[in-house]
T-cell receptor, first 115, second 114 residues
Framework: AQSVTQPDIHITVSEGASLELRCNYSYGATPYLFWYVQSPGQGLQLLLKYFSGDTLVQGIKGFEAEFKRSQSSFNLRKPSVHWSDAAEYFCAVGAANFGNEKLTFGTGTRLTIIP | NAGVTQTPKFQVLKTGQSMTLQCAQDMNHEYMSWYRQDPGMGLRLIHYSVGAGITDQGEVPNGYNVSRSTTEDFPLRLLSAAPSQTSVYFC?????????????FGPGTRLTVL
């Protein structure tokens, strides 16, 4: 069975600083990987996804993520954060088992932005 | 498009009461699902449906029922609420039942069971 680990429960970053959120996955085959963002009081919104090809994936809101098979990681990055990026971020891995496709979410990383 | 809508936004129940959480989407999506979100546990799949008339259990189905009589609606029923069901519930939909399809989430229902 697949699993996702987000080792950082809470991260605080100054506005304008760079950001990296960590995600490690466990899955026997090539994974489908996702990052979602949840703003306060809102549902989840897809930031970006990786299925195959170029291991550096660009997403919305200036985010990118890099798939590293050797490290089983899919870390999310942003070069310069804005106050509006304060939210909770979820990494997820998808298992493409025909007839039983399933998305497994990590426990999330809460991002606080300080002025 | 309204996307995925959920009602109510907040609900307080007493132990043993029943209720239905409503979910609707206007994107003609075949796949719909219910998740619960608990602190430190991420999102866990409760039930899902790959089309009208077809439902199946997810990771944590006990205490919940679903039905899918139309493509648009996917209500979640709590049969006899328990404090352990205090959680935030999210409905999601996607075009097909494939992990490669983008899932669209509703705004959530925050449920407290006393």
């Amino acid at each position: 069975a697949q699993s996702v680990t987000q080792p950082d429960i809470h991260i605080t970053v100054s506005e304008g600083a760079s950001l990296e959120l960590r995600c490690n996955y466990s899955y026997g085959a090539t994974p489908y990987l996702f990052w979602y963002v949840q703003s306060p009081g809102q549902g989840l919104q897809l930031l970006l996804k990786y299925f195959s090809g170029d291991t550096l994936v660009q997403g919305i809101k200036g985010f990118e993520a890099e798939f590293k098979r050797s490290q089983s990681s899919f870390n999310l990055r942003k070069p310069s954060v804005h106050w509006s990026d304060a939210a909770e971020y979820f990494c997820a891995v998808g298992a493409a088992n025909f007839g039983n496709e399933k998305l497994t979410f990590g426990t999330g990383t809460r991002l606080t932005i300080i002025p | 498009n309204a996307g995925v809508t959920q009602t109510p936004k907040f609900q307080v129940l007493k132990t043993g009461q029943s209720m239905t959480l409503q979910c609707a989407q206007d994107m003609n999506h075949e796949y719909m699902s219910w998740y619960r979100q608990d602190p430190g546990m991420g999102l866990r799949l409760i039930h899902y449906s790959v089309g009208a008339g077809i439902t199946d259990q997810g990771e944590v189905p006990n205490g919940y029922n679903v039905s899918r009589s139309t493509t648009e609606d996917f209500p979640l029923r709590l049969l006899s609420a328990a404090p352990s069901q205090t959680s935030v519930y999210f409905c999601a939909s996607s075009y097909q039942a494939s992990v490669t399809d983008t899932q669209y989430f509703g705004p959530g229902t925050r449920l407290t069971v006393l």
